[in-house]
């Protein structure tokens, strides 16, 4: 088996490379990075890209990808950025994807994706969702976490306060309440992981507390 993966530098790429990279039945893994990983494994190969140009490139004949790439406005700078790299540079990946051969794609959006949403986070991860279905693989798996608990270089205030309430409510969120539970970024790469001989065709949206 031959893995695409593209976002493996970020929180829940940086997890779940290494399960990859440790699996028997994987051969090789795929890299698509814009900086050189410090990963290093005889199955491992780095696809240094320019994700501006990605619809022109072709990627090696690969039979599952995973895509965990995303930012965030604050970080991207404006909406027109954010647009561009959680919807257009995965879109474009999705598709440069099934012309390489893939049959199985993993997407890692965000729990209230929809398109029609009023808030413009949401409504971009419901927009990417539905244009990577669009695109027809045999299997689409479209996980949806809620906020991801993870140790980051930058300081986000805002959401590390996040995550210290989310620490006290968890515990009391259950029934329909459980899917809005923080979730570590390290579970999100397992539950990704877990899937990887799962081939049940069609779509498959999997909210956060079924990750």
């Not at 022109?56 to 004949?61: H, I, M, S, W």
């Not at 995303?70 to 994807?97: E, L, W």
């Not at 210290?164 to 570590?184: A, D, Q």
Request: charged share 30%; glycine share 6%.
């Amino acid at each position: 088996m031959n893995v695409l993966i593209a976002g493996a530098s970020g929180q829940v790429g940086s997890k779940l490379l290494p399960l990859l990279l440790s699996d028997q039945k994987i051969d090789k893994v795929y890299a698509l990075v814009r900086t050189p990983l410090k990963e290093e494994n005889h199955k491992l190969e780095q696809i240094k890209i320019d994700f501006d140009k990605l619809p022109e490139l072709e990627l090696p004949k690969a039979d599952t990808a995973f895509c965990c790439l995303g930012t965030t406005i604050k970080k991207a700078g404006s909406q027109a950025q954010f647009r561009k790299v959680d919807h257009d540079y995965i879109v474009n990946y999705a598709k440069a994807a099934k012309s390489s051969g893939v049959d199985y794609f993993h997407l890692v959006s965000a729990l209230g994706a929809n398109k029609d949403s009023s808030i413009f986070y949401n409504k971009v991860k419901g927009e990417t969702e539905e244009d990577v279905k669009k695109i027809g693989f045999e299997t689409t798996f479209i996980y949806q976490p809620s906020l991801l608990v993870s140790k980051r270089k930058e300081k986000r205030l805002a959401e590390k306060m996040g995550m210290v309430i989310m620490k006290f409510i968890n515990p009391i969120m259950v029934g329909p309440l459980k899917k809005y539970r923080s979730i570590h970024v390290s579970v999100v790469a397992d539950g990704m992981y877990a899937r990887l001989d799962h081939d049940e065709e069609g779509v498959h949206h999997i909210e956060s507390d079924n990750i």
